[in-house]
């Protein structure tokens, strides 16, 4: 497939993407230009706001034991939930993050946002069991603070789309994989872009702002490769090059300097930068985890993460950026080495790429670990600012 990876990148290129529908229309423009992000030479570390306005059970277990009802997912959650799903998860988007978590993010040193949201936040879909509420009142509300106050960046990120993108869920629900080759689906993925595009322009910061469009897309029912590009095939990656150029072109019609984020699965830039032309705003996320290599330990984390930085740079046309990525290892966890794995990804993603988000800010599990301490010990983030392992500068310069 490598071998024949350029031809099909100018075919794609030559291609022009029908819009199943009108576009926003354009927002008079402003004229602080200069203050627009360029990734290419932005850089900065920040945190996931997971658990907040798209919900996982890993994240915070005790709240969800109490509302899930045995539920796997937001989807079963909310149906469980029945008439209760909107004060649940309405109480949920109120309280969970607030201002005050913002102001000790900032005075730990953190510059940006990634805000993972489901579709639903953006569109209500027919059918869909996702919970449509005042999902972008509170996002504009957290968004607003974080920029006027603090100057943060922030990732607005379409978590799941309509039909389920991964069979998890993350990607809708679990066992939903109907996003693939479904044009009705790509309709309604691309209303629920046109949405944030028109929330991000019409802010009073739209230049404070990047657009995710997609989260961690695989097709590979196979779990054990999940984490590897085989977990997206050759037939997914068609598709998936297909909706995100439709995203560049909406996002241009609105305001091209707006950048694209994309979660290319776990394929590497180079895999996908010969699909899209250069002069786009398009930065590439990149999702690096270790729990699950039983030969990586906190004594030898470091050694990963630096061999992971320096492959994920790319080819240089696009600038990478990691989106997701925590410090749990898959064998002989070490509570007092966490500091200095935090250290070790802060530097080593700052040297190879623009920079970092955490996963996540706040993260509540006593699942169990392969060595010390519980699953929060390794995920919460908030932990780690109390335990003052961001205290100083963190990022260190050529650490690899």
């Known amino acids: 497939m490598r071998a024949i990876l350029p031809t099909l990148a100018a075919l794609f290129i030559q291609q022009t993407v029908a819009s199943p529908h009108q ?34 059970s890993t994240i915070d277990t005790t709240w969800w034991a109490t509302n899930s009802h045995g539920a796997s ?38 510059t940006i946002l990634r805000i993972p949201t489901t579709y639903a936040a953006w569109i209500k879909l027919p059918g869909s069991q996702l919970y449509h509420g005042n999902q972008q009142k509170y996002l504009r ?6 920029i006027t106050k603090y100057n943060m960046h922030v990732v607005i990120d379409i978590h799941s789309l309509p039909g389920g993108t991964n069979g998890l869920d993350i990607g809708e629900a679990v066992g939903h994989w109907g996003w693939y080759d479904n044009s009705t689906a790509l309709e309604w993925s691309l209303k629920a872009v046109d949405a944030l595009v028109e929330f991000v322009a019409s802010s009073p910061n739209p230049w404070s702002y990047t657009i995710e469009p997609i989260n961690e897309p695989v097709d590979n029912r196979d779990f054990s490769t999940f984490g590897t590009p085989a977990a997206l095939s050759d037939k997914g990656a068609k598709w998936l090059v297909k909706y995100i150029r439709a995203v560049l072109e909406r996002v241009e019609k609105v305001d091209a300097r707006i950048p694209v984020m994309f979660q290319g699965s776990f394929k590497p830039e180079t895999y996908w930068s010969g699909f899209f032309e250069k002069d786009r705003n398009l930065v590439f996320d990149a999702h690096h985890y270790y729990f699950q290599y039983t030969n990586a330990t906190s004594v030898n984390l470091p050694t990963f993460i630096c061999k992971d930085a320096a492959d994920t740079k790319g080819d240089g046309k696009f600038p990478v950026f990691v989106g997701e990525w925590a410090i749990e290892a898959g064998g002989n966890n070490t509570l007092a080495l966490r500091g200095e794995n935090l250290k070790a990804g802060l530097s080593a993603w700052a040297q190879y790429t623009q920079g970092s988000t955490y996963w996540t800010a706040k993260f509540s599990s006593n699942a169990t670990v392969a060595g010390q301490g519980i699953k929060q010990n390794y995920w919460n983030f908030a932990e780690f600012i109390k335990a003052g392992y961001l205290d100083g500068d963190v990022v260190v310069k050529n650490y690899c």
């Open 23 to 56: 576009l926003t229309a354009p927002h008079k423009a402003n004229t602080n230009t200069n203050k627009y992000v360029n990734w290419r030479t932005f850089t900065g570390h920040g945190v996931n706001l997971g658990g907040w306005l798209e919900q996982e």
């Open 73 to 110: 997912d937001e989807w079963t959650m909310c149906v469980n939930l029945g008439s209760a799903c909107s004060s649940v998860f309405e109480d949920r988007y109120k309280t969970y993050i607030t201002t005050a978590d913002i102001d000790t993010l900032a005075q730990a040193g953190v």
């Open 141 to 146: 509300k957290i968004a607003q603070h974080a």
